[in-house]
Protein backbone atom coordinates (compact mmCIF):
# COMPACT_ATOMS: atom_id res chain seq x y z
CA UNK A 1 0.00 0.00 0.00
CA UNK A 2 1.07 3.36 -0.64
CA UNK A 3 1.14 6.76 2.01
CA UNK A 4 2.37 10.01 2.22
CA UNK A 5 3.87 12.20 4.61
CA UNK A 6 3.95 15.88 4.46
CA UNK A 7 5.80 17.69 7.33
CA UNK A 8 4.20 20.33 8.92
CA UNK A 9 0.78 21.48 8.69
CA UNK A 10 1.34 25.01 8.43
CA UNK A 11 4.71 26.71 6.91
CA UNK A 12 5.68 30.51 7.13
CA UNK A 13 7.82 32.51 5.07
CA UNK A 14 8.98 35.79 3.75
CA UNK A 15 8.13 36.88 0.59
CA UNK A 16 11.42 36.19 -1.42
CA UNK A 17 12.26 33.14 0.42
CA UNK A 18 13.08 29.67 -0.19
CA UNK A 19 9.82 27.68 -0.26
CA UNK A 20 10.31 24.25 0.94
CA UNK A 21 7.51 21.68 1.56
CA UNK A 22 8.56 18.57 2.47
CA UNK A 23 6.44 14.83 1.05
CA UNK A 24 7.98 11.00 2.06
CA UNK A 25 6.60 9.01 0.43
CA UNK A 26 5.85 5.16 0.60
CA UNK A 27 5.46 2.47 -1.78
CA UNK A 28 6.24 -0.94 -2.22
CA UNK A 29 6.14 -0.63 -6.22
CA UNK A 30 7.82 2.29 -8.12
CA UNK A 31 5.94 5.38 -7.80
CA UNK A 32 4.50 8.26 -9.60
CA UNK A 33 4.05 11.52 -7.82
CA UNK A 34 2.52 14.59 -7.37
CA UNK A 35 1.79 17.87 -6.32
CA UNK A 36 -1.27 19.81 -6.20
CA UNK A 37 -1.93 23.48 -5.25
CA UNK A 38 -5.42 24.46 -3.93
CA UNK A 39 -5.88 28.07 -3.72
CA UNK A 40 -8.64 29.76 -1.16
CA UNK A 41 -12.40 28.42 -2.39
CA UNK A 42 -10.78 27.05 -5.60
CA UNK A 43 -10.13 22.84 -6.57
CA UNK A 44 -6.67 21.27 -6.93
CA UNK A 45 -4.77 22.10 -9.20
CA UNK A 46 -1.62 20.50 -10.77
CA UNK A 47 1.99 22.00 -10.13
CA UNK A 48 4.04 19.06 -11.08
CA UNK A 49 4.57 15.29 -11.52
CA UNK A 50 7.29 12.55 -11.63
CA UNK A 51 6.57 9.79 -13.67
CA UNK A 52 9.72 7.92 -13.44
CA UNK A 53 11.73 9.92 -16.28
CA UNK A 54 14.40 12.68 -14.90
CA UNK A 55 14.54 13.08 -10.78
CA UNK A 56 13.91 16.56 -11.02
CA UNK A 57 10.68 17.60 -12.07
CA UNK A 58 9.99 21.48 -13.12
CA UNK A 59 6.48 22.53 -12.65
CA UNK A 60 4.10 25.46 -13.20
CA UNK A 61 4.56 29.18 -11.12
CA UNK A 62 8.49 28.65 -10.38
CA UNK A 63 8.19 25.20 -8.57
CA UNK A 64 10.14 21.75 -8.64
CA UNK A 65 10.42 18.97 -6.82
CA UNK A 66 13.51 16.44 -6.75
CA UNK A 67 12.30 12.72 -6.42
CA UNK A 68 15.23 10.76 -4.25
CA UNK A 69 14.94 7.01 -4.02
CA UNK A 70 17.48 6.49 -1.29
CA UNK A 71 15.69 9.16 0.89
CA UNK A 72 11.29 8.55 -0.29
CA UNK A 73 11.36 12.03 -0.53
CA UNK A 74 9.51 14.45 -3.15
CA UNK A 75 9.93 18.22 -1.46
CA UNK A 76 8.55 20.75 -3.21
CA UNK A 77 10.60 23.72 -3.65
CA UNK A 78 10.93 27.18 -5.09
CA UNK A 79 14.13 29.58 -4.57
CA UNK A 80 11.66 32.86 -4.00
CA UNK A 81 8.39 32.98 -2.46
CA UNK A 82 5.54 35.42 -3.79
CA UNK A 83 2.85 36.44 -2.19
CA UNK A 84 0.66 34.32 -4.57
CA UNK A 85 2.14 31.02 -3.35
CA UNK A 86 0.04 31.78 -0.06
CA UNK A 87 -2.45 28.12 -0.95
CA UNK A 88 -2.42 24.98 0.72
CA UNK A 89 -0.13 22.32 -0.84
CA UNK A 90 -0.43 18.62 -1.26
CA UNK A 91 1.72 15.49 -2.10
CA UNK A 92 0.12 12.60 -3.67
CA UNK A 93 1.24 9.31 -4.58
CA UNK A 94 0.09 6.44 -7.15
CA UNK A 95 1.64 3.59 -8.50
CA UNK A 96 2.82 3.30 -12.13
CA UNK A 97 0.83 -0.53 -12.56
CA UNK A 98 -2.80 -0.88 -12.88
CA UNK A 99 -5.45 1.58 -11.71
CA UNK A 100 -3.60 4.93 -10.94
CA UNK A 101 -5.20 5.40 -7.20
CA UNK A 102 -4.12 8.38 -5.65
CA UNK A 103 -2.94 8.42 -1.76
CA UNK A 104 -3.15 12.23 -0.85
CA UNK A 105 -0.93 13.60 1.87
CA UNK A 106 -2.71 15.83 4.94
CA UNK A 107 -1.72 19.14 3.31
CA UNK A 108 0.54 21.94 4.28
CA UNK A 109 -0.82 25.24 4.51
CA UNK A 110 1.82 27.93 3.00
CA UNK A 111 1.57 31.36 4.33
CA UNK A 112 3.53 34.25 2.96
CA UNK A 113 4.40 37.48 4.92
CA UNK A 114 5.30 40.65 3.54
CA UNK B 1 -15.47 27.40 -19.87
CA UNK B 2 -14.47 25.06 -16.73
CA UNK B 3 -13.34 20.96 -17.82
CA UNK B 4 -14.56 19.82 -14.70
CA UNK B 5 -17.68 21.47 -13.22
CA UNK B 6 -19.95 20.98 -9.97
CA UNK B 7 -23.02 21.53 -8.70
CA UNK B 8 -23.97 22.94 -6.30
CA UNK B 9 -20.84 24.89 -5.18
CA UNK B 10 -22.22 25.07 -2.20
CA UNK B 11 -25.37 23.05 0.15
CA UNK B 12 -26.84 23.27 2.92
CA UNK B 13 -28.92 20.19 4.29
CA UNK B 14 -30.50 18.68 7.43
CA UNK B 15 -30.12 15.15 8.40
CA UNK B 16 -31.44 12.23 6.96
CA UNK B 17 -32.58 14.20 4.01
CA UNK B 18 -31.42 12.58 0.50
CA UNK B 19 -29.26 15.40 -1.60
CA UNK B 20 -27.08 14.57 -4.94
CA UNK B 21 -23.83 15.84 -5.74
CA UNK B 22 -23.69 16.46 -9.30
CA UNK B 23 -20.10 16.58 -11.64
CA UNK B 24 -19.88 17.01 -15.30
CA UNK B 25 -16.45 16.81 -17.75
CA UNK B 26 -15.84 18.09 -21.00
CA UNK B 27 -12.22 16.76 -21.18
CA UNK B 28 -13.51 13.39 -23.00
CA UNK B 29 -11.87 11.34 -20.04
CA UNK B 30 -13.33 7.76 -19.52
CA UNK B 31 -12.44 7.99 -15.38
CA UNK B 32 -14.13 10.09 -12.76
CA UNK B 33 -13.60 10.17 -9.08
CA UNK B 34 -15.66 11.64 -6.37
CA UNK B 35 -13.08 12.49 -3.10
CA UNK B 36 -13.74 14.04 0.20
CA UNK B 37 -11.49 17.01 2.00
CA UNK B 38 -11.58 17.47 5.46
CA UNK B 39 -9.84 19.54 7.48
CA UNK B 40 -6.59 17.64 8.48
CA UNK B 41 -7.17 14.65 6.69
CA UNK B 42 -6.35 15.40 2.91
CA UNK B 43 -8.54 13.96 0.32
CA UNK B 44 -9.99 10.22 0.66
CA UNK B 45 -11.26 8.91 -1.65
CA UNK B 46 -15.27 7.94 -2.50
CA UNK B 47 -15.81 5.99 -5.45
CA UNK B 48 -14.71 5.82 -8.93
CA UNK B 49 -15.53 4.99 -12.26
CA UNK B 50 -13.54 3.55 -15.57
CA UNK B 51 -16.67 3.91 -17.58
CA UNK B 52 -20.34 3.90 -17.84
CA UNK B 53 -20.94 0.29 -16.76
CA UNK B 54 -17.79 0.00 -14.23
CA UNK B 55 -17.90 1.59 -10.95
CA UNK B 56 -16.11 1.10 -7.84
CA UNK B 57 -16.10 1.61 -4.06
CA UNK B 58 -13.12 3.61 -2.72
CA UNK B 59 -12.27 4.11 0.55
CA UNK B 60 -14.90 5.56 2.41
CA UNK B 61 -18.27 4.77 0.60
CA UNK B 62 -20.43 3.97 3.56
CA UNK B 63 -23.30 6.26 3.22
CA UNK B 64 -22.72 7.49 -0.43
CA UNK B 65 -23.83 5.91 -3.56
CA UNK B 66 -23.16 6.90 -7.24
CA UNK B 67 -24.29 7.02 -10.89
CA UNK B 68 -22.72 7.23 -13.60
CA UNK B 69 -25.06 8.52 -16.22
CA UNK B 70 -23.17 9.23 -19.24
CA UNK B 71 -19.47 9.02 -20.03
CA UNK B 72 -19.09 13.04 -18.93
CA UNK B 73 -21.29 13.05 -15.51
CA UNK B 74 -21.18 11.52 -12.46
CA UNK B 75 -23.09 11.67 -9.56
CA UNK B 76 -22.77 11.17 -6.03
CA UNK B 77 -25.55 10.83 -3.94
CA UNK B 78 -26.26 10.99 0.27
CA UNK B 79 -29.16 8.80 0.78
CA UNK B 80 -29.73 9.99 4.80
CA UNK B 81 -27.70 12.59 5.14
CA UNK B 82 -25.40 13.29 8.67
CA UNK B 83 -23.47 15.87 10.52
CA UNK B 84 -20.09 13.76 9.80
CA UNK B 85 -20.72 13.97 6.35
CA UNK B 86 -20.08 17.77 6.36
CA UNK B 87 -16.93 18.26 4.00
CA UNK B 88 -15.73 19.83 0.93
CA UNK B 89 -16.30 17.41 -2.12
CA UNK B 90 -14.57 16.96 -5.38
CA UNK B 91 -15.17 15.33 -8.58
CA UNK B 92 -11.82 14.41 -10.96
CA UNK B 93 -11.58 13.19 -14.46
CA UNK B 94 -8.35 11.30 -15.85
CA UNK B 95 -7.94 9.65 -18.99
CA UNK B 96 -7.10 5.91 -20.02
CA UNK B 97 -4.19 6.98 -22.17
CA UNK B 98 0.24 7.84 -21.75
CA UNK B 99 -1.12 10.70 -19.45
CA UNK B 100 -3.62 8.10 -17.16
CA UNK B 101 -1.91 9.45 -13.95
CA UNK B 102 -2.76 12.59 -13.74
CA UNK B 103 -6.01 13.44 -12.49
CA UNK B 104 -8.26 16.55 -12.95
CA UNK B 105 -10.34 18.45 -10.11
CA UNK B 106 -13.31 20.66 -10.01
CA UNK B 107 -14.09 23.44 -8.23
CA UNK B 108 -15.53 21.54 -5.00
CA UNK B 109 -18.92 21.40 -3.11
CA UNK B 110 -19.00 22.70 0.33
CA UNK B 111 -21.37 20.85 2.02
CA UNK B 112 -23.20 21.46 5.60
CA UNK B 113 -25.34 18.84 7.21
CA UNK B 114 -26.99 20.07 10.41
Known amino acids: AQSVTQLGSHVSVSEGALVLLRCNYS??????LFWYVQYPNQGLQLLLK??????LVKGINGFEAEFKKSETSFHLTKPSAHMSDAAEYFC????????????FGTGTRLLVSP | DADVTQTPRNRITKTGKRIMLECSQT?????MYWYRQDPGLGLRLIYYSFDVKDINKGEISDGYSVSRQAQAKFSLSLESAIPNQTALYFCATSDRGPTQETQYFGPGTRLLVL
Open chain 1, 50 to 55: YTSAAT
Open chain 1, 27 to 32: SSVPPY
Open chain 1, 92 to 103: AVSTNTGFQKLV
Open chain 2, 27 to 31: KGHDR
